[in-house]
């Protein structure tokens, strides 16, 4: 009778032991994915398993390589750059990595106001499905290590709608990993159900407050290499232009500078520097935090209310993109004409939070969606997508004109002789 119940007490131990988180997480992984694309230059990552080698070629719409680049041994991560391309073309790049190749595409960004544009945003999309929590365990541990289960559907679900639209750029609004933006979680949470986008078009990606809550967001910068801002020297804050589209990407999380964003605030500073000396027609300006929220987290930032919300309409900004609350708002701002729109886009895939009536929205939503966004001489069509397909929102932004486009003729001059431009193509 004793050593029966040894014999059952020891079976009960081995299997509560094949649920012990007690061994490490598997090493990060990814396809090639594209980090930067510009008028020159495109810029391709890869993170193997093991210190290797990628060799990574370069062809034009001919098939003719223009381009090869060796990555030495010995190394994770793998950065390959391609200097030397022409704006507004079609390449292919194809990346050798252990003898198995990897192929994407891309369009260099053109360098016309006349250029058509169209890209794509979301936010809050890094859920992680339910092998995550179990993959230091030794029952799962080697199946979570080699991939053999599914990905999260909603977040999968959302990255294959991106795919099938084909931007040529994707802004993500924040909160790319649940919940504390570790390393172990960015193959299920972002590189496995966005890589058919990621081979096709760069993600620009700023900083969530979830990204931020283990060692200060460092884990995204390192995986997901934001351009370098000059405002602090990372990829904090950054900005780049793509035809006649200028997009600004802000960190306003606290942690940067005190309680709130006021003067002296590096992304504020990078903001008002950012507006002063860019002239693209279209003006777009991100970042993880809303101005105005009808949903579960309400109107908590005051300070981009009162300080942020008056440069953006001084300096004609086309519209504020950000995520944050778990679902899709968009308002339009008391006493403007036309109105500067406030989109909340935070239905990326994480769990969705229920919105309440408010007088200044124009549409609210508690659904998963992406937004696409596509500009057409002076004309801007900003679409918000269900998961299922269906057509959540559309709103159509036109350029500054009339009185508005004479105030900026006096402070802008350059950006208005280019909004004219367009105005009369």
């Known amino acids: 009778m004793r050593a029966r119940?040894?014999?059952?007490?020891?079976?009960?131990?081995?299997?509560?032991?094949?649920?012990?988180?007690?061994?490490?997480?598997?090493?990060?992984?990814?396809?090639?994915?594209?980090?930067?694309?510009?008028?020159?230059?495109?810029?391709?990552?890869?993170?193997?398993?093991?210190?290797?080698?990628?060799?990574?070629?370069?062809?034009?719409?001919?098939?003719?390589?223009?381009?090869?680049?060796?990555?030495?041994?010995?190394?994770?991560?793998?950065?390959?750059?391609?200097?030397?391309?022409?704006?507004?073309?079609?390449?292919?790049?194809?990346?050798?990595?252990?003898?198995?190749?990897?192929?994407?595409?891309?369009?260099?960004?053109?360098?016309?106001?006349?250029?058509?544009?169209?890209?794509?945003?979301?936010?809050?999309?890094?859920?992680?499905?339910?092998?995550?929590?179990?993959?230091?365990?030794?029952?799962?541990?080697?199946?979570a290590r080699w991939g053999w289960f599914a990905d999260r559907t909603s977040v999968a679900g959302i990255g294959q709608r991106i795919a099938d639209y084909r931007p040529d750029f994707v802004l993500h609004l924040g909160d790319v990993i649940y919940p504390k933006g570790l390393h172990a979680h960015y193959f299920s949470?972002?590189?496995?159900?966005?890589?058919?986008?990621?081979?096709?078009?760069?993600?620009?990606?700023?900083?969530?407050?979830?990204?931020?809550?283990?060692?200060?967001?460092?884990?995204?910068?390192?995986?997901?290499?934001?351009?370098?801002?000059?405002?602090?020297?990372?990829?904090?804050?950054?900005?780049?232009?793509?035809?006649?589209?200028?997009?600004?990407?802000?960190?306003?999380?606290?942690?940067?500078?005190?309680?709130r964003v006021e003067d002296g605030h590096p992304a504020f500073e990078f903001l008002r520097r950012e507006l002063d000396r860019c002239s693209e027609p279209w003006i777009v300006v991100a970042s993880h935090f809303p101005i105005r929220s009808a949903s579960r987290q309400g109107n908590t930032r005051a300070d981009l209310m009162l300080k942020v919300m008056p440069l953006l309409r001084e300096r004609g900004v086309s519209c504020y993109l950000s995520g944050h609350d778990h679902c899709y708002q968009r308002f339009v701002t008391s006493g403007d004409v036309v109105g500067l729109p406030l989109i909340v886009s935070g239905g990326g895939g994480k769990d969705l939070y229920d919105v309440r009536p408010d007088k200044y929205a124009a549409e609210l939503r508690s659904a998963f969606h992406w937004c696409s966004a596509e500009v057409d001489g002076a004309n801007m069509t900003i679409t918000a997508h269900g998961l299922d397909g269906a057509q959540i929102d559309r709103v159509v932004l036109e350029l500054p004109m009339a009185a508005e486009l004479e105030r900026l003729r006096l402070t802008q001059p350059e950006r208005a002789k280019r909004i004219d431009s367009r105005r009369h193509q």
């Open 5 to 143: 119940w040894i014999r059952r007490a020891l079976w009960c131990f081995c299997i509560v032991g094949l649920f012990l988180n007690v061994l490490d997480d598997p090493p990060l992984r990814s396809g090639a994915y594209l980090t930067e694309v510009t008028t020159e230059t495109a810029t391709v990552a890869r993170i193997t398993r093991s210190p290797g080698s990628v060799v990574g070629r370069l062809f034009d719409a001919s098939g003719q390589v223009v381009g090869a680049e060796v990555v030495s041994a010995g190394r994770r991560r793998h950065v390959l750059q391609f200097p030397g391309l022409r704006p507004d073309t079609a390449y292919r790049f194809e990346l050798e990595v252990d003898g198995a190749k990897e192929a994407g595409s891309f369009r260099t960004a053109p360098d016309s106001d006349e250029a058509k544009v169209r890209f794509a945003f979301l936010g809050d999309s890094g859920g992680q499905p339910w092998w995550v929590w179990l993959q230091r365990t030794p029952l799962l541990h080697l199946p």
């Open 189 to 259: 949470g972002y590189f496995r159900p966005f890589g058919d986008v990621l081979r096709t078009a760069p993600i620009y990606a700023l900083l969530g407050n979830h990204d931020i809550m283990d060692a200060r967001g460092q884990q995204m910068l390192a995986n997901l290499r934001p351009p370098i801002g000059a405002a602090t020297g990372d990829g904090r804050c950054f900005s780049f232009a793509y035809g006649p589209v200028r997009v600004l990407m802000l960190d306003f999380n606290l942690d940067l500078s005190g309680e």
